[in-house]
């Protein structure tokens, strides 16, 4: 390096692009930081997703198979106490459902939570209050290290 220097003064007073590269770089390492930031989120979010979808299911095939005695307006009425079934997810194709829980998932880890989706029964509620604490933890180290 010295020897490049010694040879070629000019180079040696170009201070100019020494900072672009060096500002290139900073830019670089940016990008980077924020897109490794935005992987992580998104794959925080889709397996908390699925985690919440298996145990949303679960609850609701419980509850099915408890209730199965009752007539049909009783099990009705159990039928609108979950998650699964008062927004009718059965319903919906896989994309759809990916994306319902996808969208449900980063509401909730964001603790934005704008409603239209929400728990219904006690044991959701119970279940998405510990993804709420672990959404804050999760979203405020995020927002740390993005700082």
Same mark, same amino acid.
């Given at each position: +390096?010295?020897? #490049? $220097?010694?040879? !070629?003064? !000019?180079?040696?007073?170009?201070?100019?692009?020494?900072?672009? /590269?060096?500002? @290139?770089?900073?830019? *670089?390492?940016?990008? =980077?930081?924020?897109?490794? @930031?935005?992987?992580?989120?998104?794959? #925080?979010?889709?397996?908390?997703?699925?985690?919440?979808?298996? *145990?949303?299911?679960?609850?609701? !095939?419980?509850?099915?198979?408890?209730?199965?005695? @009752?007539?049909?307006?009783?099990?009705?009425? *159990? /039928?609108?106490?979950?998650?699964?079934?008062?927004?009718?997810?059965?319903?919906? /194709?896989?994309?759809?459902?990916? $994306?319902? +829980?996808?969208?449900?998932?980063?509401?909730?880890?964001?603790?934005?939570?704008?409603? !239209?989706?929400?728990?219904?029964?006690?044991?959701?509620?119970? #279940?998405? =209050?510990?993804? @709420?604490?672990?959404?804050? +933890?999760?979203?405020?180290?995020? +927002?740390?290290?993005? #700082?």
């Amino acid at each position: +390096m010295d020897k #490049i $220097i010694k040879n !070629d003064i !000019d180079l040696a007073e170009r201070t100019d692009v020494d900072n672009n /590269n060096i500002t @290139l770089i900073i830019y *670089i390492q940016s990008f =980077v930081k924020v897109f490794k @930031l935005i992987i992580t989120i998104l794959s #925080i979010t889709y397996y908390f997703g699925a985690i919440i979808y298996i *145990i949303f299911q679960y609850i609701d !095939d419980a509850k099915q198979e408890y209730f199965s005695t @009752l007539t049909n307006y009783e099990l009705e009425l *159990i /039928n609108s106490h979950t998650f699964i079934s008062y927004f009718e997810i059965k319903k919906k /194709n896989d994309i759809e459902c990916f $994306i319902l +829980m996808l969208y449900y998932s980063f509401t909730t880890l964001s603790t934005i939570g704008f409603g !239209d989706y929400h728990p219904v029964s006690d044991e959701e509620r119970i #279940i998405v =209050v510990c993804g @709420l604490l672990f959404g804050v +933890m999760i979203f405020s180290f995020s +927002m740390g290290v993005f #700082i």
